[in-house]
């Protein structure tokens, strides 16, 4: 289970070097063909693909260390992160290492996304792989110069030393470690065909030798968020540049039928005002188009203006009129359709273990209960946008983006152009949720710049944002349970959504393997109103449900709930089942941690525990919530949580990631609620859409399980479990369970205890 | 010119500490006239419609990006500055209306990021993605000079008015608490 420590592959396909006109090396290396470990994706968002990025480091004559860090930044930590991988190994100083975002480089790196959690994990070998060759070639190169075999060499935080205890620096020998790695890629390249280049062995860090990983390293572009420097998309000006804002269809269904722009034109700073959409309305008629070109899939009309507050008034100016293309949905609608297709035959089967049928007719006892979700918004706090400036003979492309090579190709396609002319720049990202995955604002932008030929910066307001969407579907859950002699003997959970249902292998994630008779169900509803990912999607609400129920359950059997975990987890072990991908003892393990640092067994007089166990995004976690109450209301006020992530390579960092997920996920299982009415959202900004804030904010504990398995990601995890062990806390609190997000309206508050 | 006051949301009472409110006035469509505002100790001249939010004139004109967009309507904390001394939300600030006034923002909070409130934020590593995270500051080193040593409570009704997506506001509580003692010490 351990990390693997040494690795043989051929450089060929991994890595290419060349010495640099200005002195020093620079290193490309392709985390793909790197990765010899070809594990299956766990999830597969769409089409989207994780394990195939490349990157660069750049080593300077002075010893410098540049290090291109390819995937985006959406405050997940991995611009330090993958970095530090990189360092450990090279073993260089991490003050001598400065980080660069990455462009868009598709010749060079190939589907670079946020996504998933999956950075790390695919990341981990890859980045070792590379730090460890380098350092290689470099101790290669200090050899030669000394006239001395490369064993008697070791390399230290930028020195290479020799047996008679001479050193010299990373940046001495850079130059001649290019030249050495040419000559030998040009004797590999003058294999006759047929004819093997040898595989090396390099030897990678034991985790006991890091001095690195596993040490807090800060955030790398704290400096300049401190000082509010230029770092995001809304920041990024270019000469020249004029602004933009997007009149959309205010519900979903309508389209454009005229408009009215003299109001908008009167108004001082705006300089034009334009029609696009009809690029995008033609694109969905090819074929291998990209999803999100769908949103919003009607003309709109743009304000252009010599700075944005001009641009939005002008919007605000706008007269238009609409017209329904497809029925205006509500929420009303959806939940009495979708109680409907819970109440149905119609679904796909997503997994059968056993026999559920005969289960039910042999029980004593059936337990079933609904669990309900509302739509949700992203919401990250910068709001769309993104610069644009199309010419003759190229495309510039600039802004925050978690997807940016399908982005780029879209617009290729958008405006018939050839991808090579397209140049797209990641800019940090305010937050992303998932909600970035989508490039819907490039496109605008794009189009908008391809129409009135100027550089310009599309800029969404937090309304635009809230209202014209992609959302998290709304989700109705069924679940009941068999009962036999005492003993859970079926499960059966069925998924009715708005949109699109739960894929991958979310459907074989705990409790799946660990009940006889098992079966997992799905139905859709397909709609106008665009849903899509948001942070950890589906298990952001299964968790919730499924972790009540198995809660409701140890209580009808009279169980200790961590003890019936721990039992149904027992019965995972050894299994077969690929499928099941979860380890039974990291959950337990992660259990029984989060049971010890909470003092789940001796609660505090007046506090009420929540416990939950999840798996997702590959990692385990535990979490316990401390309620109390004040007058009649429950307030959470601590949680604890347990994470097996593997080895954490930066603790500062991976903690953040904890403490925000829980809080992420407590603050929307409370408070989020997002609905429809004639197409149109309830709701469009922070007076009238609640998210959670610093006083509803409970302490967040964390504890790691430590141990040398290979890490995987934390973006995700820690949100699915703390709706369930908040829900839980609740009930313990006031004897009443809740079964519907947000508890903060669903819930009957009065304590019936005590 | 301190405000001191509340409001509900969704039956949650929001205390705001020393956030001035001004009243947008009906805009205009004339052309654009000339302010001078006084930012950061120096005086800057800016041509722009009379209703245009501090916020715009900021990111747009004299292009301090640091002050950030997040709502536009007062509810997220994002473009927080300071005005004499006092936090204050930039994108309900007209510029027509802050002749005299002493503007700062986070990028004159400090010459080098050495403010303690920053040292604190750095120290402690606050940010996630990072965004809303310089009006979290303004808010903070707004509330600290009027409370320098504040409760647990009094920090947390303090900064309640700013939200961070990215729900970092643990350590956003720990490195105000780390600031109040630093600047005691």
Redesign the interface.
């Known amino acids: 289970m351990s990390t693997i420590l040494s690795t043989k592959f051929s450089r060929r396909s991994f890595l290419r070097t060349s010495s640099l006109a200005s002195g020093g090396m620079l290193i490309g290396f392709n985390f793909f063909t790197a990765c010899k470990d070809t594990v299956k994706m766990p999830i597969d968002i769409s089409k989207l693909n994780y394990n195939d990025f490349n990157a660069f480091i750049k080593i300077s004559d002075e010893g410098m260390v540049t290090i291109f860090s390819p995937n985006p930044e ?4 991995v611009k330090t992160s993958m970095p530090m991988i990189i360092a450990e190994e090279l073993d260089v100083p991490w003050e001598n290492v400065n980080v660069v975002q990455g462009v868009l480089d598709t010749q060079n790196y190939v589907r670079q996304v946020a996504g998933g959690s999956q950075s790390i994990r695919f990341g981990w070998d890859a980045l070792r792989q590379t730090g460890a060759t380098a350092r290689q070639m470099l101790v290669n190169a200090a050899a030669a110069k000394w006239g001395v075999d490369a064993s008697e060499c070791s390399a230290k935080q930028g020195f290479i030393t020799n047996a008679k205890g001479e050193s010299l620096g990373y940046g001495d020998v850079a130059n001649e470690a290019a030249i050495l790695e040419g000559e030998r890629a040009a004797k590999i390249a003058a294999l006759a065909e047929g004819e093997e280049a040898p595989e090396e062995t390099i030897a990678l860090k034991d985790p006991k030798e890091y001095t690195l990983i596993g040490t ?1 390293v ?2 790398v ?3 300049k ?8 998309g ?2 990024y ?1 270019a000469e020249g540049m004029v ?1 933009a804002s997007v009149l959309r269809p205010p519900a979903f269904g309508q389209v454009l039928e005229s408009f009215d722009d003299t109001d908008a034109r ?4 705006v300089i034009d005002v334009v029609k696009i959409g009809e690029k995008a309305i033609k694109l969905m008629g090819k074929e291998q188009v990209d999803w999100s070109v769908r949103l919003a899939l009607s003309e709109k009309v743009v304000v252009i203006a010599e ?4 641009a ?2 002008g919007k605000k100016a706008l007269k238009a009129q609409w017209s329904d293309g497809t029925p205006l949905e509500s929420t009303e609608a959806h939940d009495k359709i979708l109680v409907d297709l819970l109440d149905g035959k119609d679904f796909t089967n997503l997994r059968k273990d056993g026999d559920v049928k005969t289960a039910f007719k042999q029980a004593d006892k059936i337990v079933e209960q609904t669990y309900e979700s509302p739509f949700l918004p992203h ?5 769309m946008n993104f610069y644009a400036n199309v010419t003759d003979s190229k495309i510039h492309l600039v802004g925050p983006v978690q997807t940016p090579a399908s982005a780029a190709s879209t617009v290729a396609a958008l405006l018939g152009r050839d991808e090579k002319d397209i140049r797209l720049e990641m800019t ?6 998932g909600r970035r995955l989508y490039g819907d604002f490039v496109y605008e932008a794009a189009e908008i710049s391809d129409k009135i030929r100027k550089p310009v910066k599309m ?1 969404s ?3 635009d944002d809230m209202t014209t969407g992609v959302y998290r579907p709304a989700i109705k859950y069924r679940i009941a349970a068999s009962i036999k002699d005492g003993e859970l003997t079926g499960y059966h959970l069925k998924e009715a959504a708005v949109g699109s249902n739960m894929y991958g292998l979310i459907p074989n994630f705990f409790p799946a393997g660990a009940i006889e008779n098992y079966q997992v169900d799905v139905a859709k509803y397909d709609s106008n109103i665009t849903t899509g990912a948001w942070r950890a999607p589906y298990t952001n609400f299964l968790s919730f449900a499924e972790q009540s129920f198995i809660d409701e359950l140890a209580e009808v059997l009279g169980k200790d709930p961590v003890q019936m975990r721990l039992d149904m987890l027992e019965k995972v072990k050894g299994s077969t089942d690929d499928r099941i991908q979860y380890s039974a003892e990291r959950l337990q393990d992660v259990l029984k941690l989060a049971v010890e640092k909470s003092g789940y067994r001796k609660p505090k007089e007046g506090v009420f525990q929540g416990i939950c166990a999840y798996y997702c995004h590959n990692t385990h976690v535990a979490e316990v919530a401390d309620v109390v109450m004040e007058g009649n209301q429950p307030v959470v006020k601590r949680i604890t949580v347990a994470v097996d992530c593997g080895i954490v390579v930066n603790p ?2 991976a903690k ?2 904890i ?3 829980a ?2 996920g407590m ?1 929307h299982s409370m ?1 989020g609620d997002f609905a429809f009415e004639k197409g149109m959202p309830t709701s469009n ?3 009238s859409y ?8 409970p ?2 504990e964390t504890h790691f399980v430590k141990n040398t398995i290979s890490p995987t990601g934390l973006g995700e995890p820690a949100l699915p479990p703390a709706g369930a062990a908040v829900a839980i806390a609740i009930k313990k609190a006031t004897g009443n369970r809740i079964y519907k997000q947000p508890f ?1 309206t669903n819930m009957a508050a009065k304590p019936i205890l005590g | 010119m301190r405000f001191a006051g509340a409001f509900v ?2 039956g ?1 009472f ?1 205390p705001l500490y020393g956030i001035v409110f001004i009243k947008l006035t009906n ?1 205009t ?4 006239p000339t302010y001078n505002l006084k930012i950061n100790g120096s005086s800057q001249s800016i041509e ?2 009379e ?3 501090l916020l ?1 004139a900021l ?3 004299l ?11 007062g ?2 904390g ?1 473009c927080t500055v300071h005005i004499d001394g006092n936090a204050a939300r930039s994108c309900q600030l007209q510029i027509s209306q802050l002749d005299g006034k002493e503007i700062t ?3 004159g ?2 010459d ?2 050495s403010h303690p409130v ?1 040292e604190a ?2 120290a402690i ?1 606050v ?8 009006g979290q ?1 303004m808010t903070a080193s707004a509330f600290l000079d009027k409370n320098p040593n504040p409760s647990k409570q009094e920090i ?2 303090a ?15 720990n490195a105000v608490a780390m600031a109040a003692e630093k600047k005691i010490a």
């Open positions: 959406i405050g997940q930590g807090d800060g955030n572009d704290i400096d968020i401190i000082t509010g420097k230029p770092l995001f809304l920041d000006k602004y009167a108004v001082s700073g700075n944005t507050w001009a939005i008034k919401n990250c706090m910068e709001p940090r990202m305010g937050g992303g949720f800029v307001t937090r309304e500062l960092g953040n990631q403490e925000g997920g809080i992420d603050g408070y900004n922070y007076d609640r998210l959670i804030r610093m006083n509803e904010t302490i967040v903060a | 949301f969704n949650t929001l805009p469509l004339k052309k654009m722009a419609a209703d245009t939010p715009w990111r747009d004109q292009n301090m990006v640091g002050t950030k967009f997040g709502c536009g309507i509810q997220c994002a923002t986070i990028e909070l400090s080098d990021g920053q934020w750095k590593d940010p996630q993605c990072g965004y809303c995270q310089a500051i947390r009704n900064m309640h008015g700013n939200i961070c997506r990215c729900a970092s506001y643990n350590r956003i509580e």
